[in-house]
């Protein structure tokens, strides 16, 4: 009797384990079958990708070595080692483009992270629903919408205008508060050009940036805020000693793999709105790159700028993950 009750229990361990794998070899299938039809649908990004940036790389790199001819070809024209290198060290457009793409992009950088976190804290202060989404609504929707669309929409909204009917709005509210006499051209005058750019990248990013932000602050401990009620603390040193440390570790993540933008200033940006008369504060590389490349054809000078820029970036994203990885604790592999 004991051996028949040792093959029962055997056999019913037995006959579990076997449908459980069934069960658990089904769930893989299908969890399989799912992940097929993601991989299907990347096939056509993946290529565009391949052709339009992954492709060009080698004659790109390779055109900064040469003195490019479209006539010859890549392997035709001739090898030139670093001279283009050192023409660019030699041009007077260079310096100032460096100059002007760091202190917009660095500009940029803490202008977002700043609004994006005193936005999210403001906006998680807010109690009535209704009015918290429709404020998200109305911030985030310039983020979606291009540099082109809106670039047209500042030109009429900074235009200092020809005539006093013609006046751009901003100019029209500045000279109303007393603050200006004459209209300021914002987007042709190298005292306000560079300006005009940092808090217009601004006041279109820091809507969607907050969601970071937002989504960190659903994951403090409502706990904490009841006991620092019941010690007294008001609204303000709640956030001084509750959300801010809560939400510290985010915004170090945020800055740190911000690192590699600092030489992507906004060549969308910069390039629908600025002129000939701003070249001084508002050329940056990308637009340099544009120029020598596409308008003067000087395909292998702009080909190096392009390089030198990609190689520094490449350096920055590496410092800056592994700066999140040390101080972050984030890992990308």
């Known amino acids: 009797m004991k051996d028949v009750f040792h093959y029962l229990l055997l056999f019913g361990r037995n006959g579990m384990r076997l449908i459980a794998e069934k069960r658990n070899g089904k769930k893989r299938k299908k969890l399989r079958q799912d992940t097929l039809l993601f991989h ?25 070595f040469q003195n490019f ?58 109690r009535l629903k209704w009015f918290k989404r429709t404020v998200q609504t109305i911030t985030y929707l310039p983020y979606f919408l291009s540099w082109v669309i809106l670039s047209g929409i500042l030109i009429k909204f900074l235009s200092p205008g020809s005539t006093a009917s013609s006046v751009g709005f901003m100019n029209t509210i500045l000279m109303n508060l007393g603050m200006i006499k004459e209209p300021v051209y914002f987007l042709g005058t190298n005292e306000t050009f ?22 960190a602050l659903t994951g403090i401990d409502p706990t904490l805020y009841e006991a620092a009620a ?24 945020m800055t740190i793999l911000s690192i590699g933008n600092v030489l992507n200033a906004g060549f969308d940006q910069i390039f629908n709105l ?18 020598l490349g596409l308008v003067n054809k000087q395909y292998s000078l702009s080909a190096a700028v392009g390089l030198l820029k990609s190689v520094v970036s490449c350096i920055l994203v590496l410092l800056g993950y592994k700066l999140a990885d040390k101080y972050a604790g984030y890992r990308v592999w």
Request: glycine residues 8%.
């Open 69 to 126: 001819q479209p006539g010859k070809g890549f392997f035709g024209s001739d090898f030139v080692g670093f001279k283009n290198f050192l023409r660019l060290a030699a041009l007077p457009d260079t310096m100032p483009a460096l100059v002007n793409t760091l202190i917009i992009a660095i500009w940029k950088i803490v202008g977002n992270l700043v609004m994006a976190v005193v936005f999210a804290l403001m906006l998680n202060e807010i």
């Open 230 to 253: 019941v010690d007294g603390a008001g609204r303000w040193k709640q956030t001084i000693h509750i959300t801010l440390p809560g939400i510290a570790p985010f915004i170090a993540l």
């Open 40 to 64: 299907l649908m990347l096939i056509l990004p993946v290529v565009v990708l391949f052709i339009y940036n992954i492709l060009p790389i080698p004659a790109g790199i390779l055109m900064a």
């Open 274 to 291: 600025y002129s000939p008369a701003v070249y001084e504060t508002g050329d940056i590389i990308d637009t340099l790159v544009y120029r």
């Open 194 to 215: 560079r300006e005009t750019m940092i808090i217009s990248d601004i006041w279109k990013n820091f809507g969607y940036n907050s969601i970071v932000y937002l989504a």
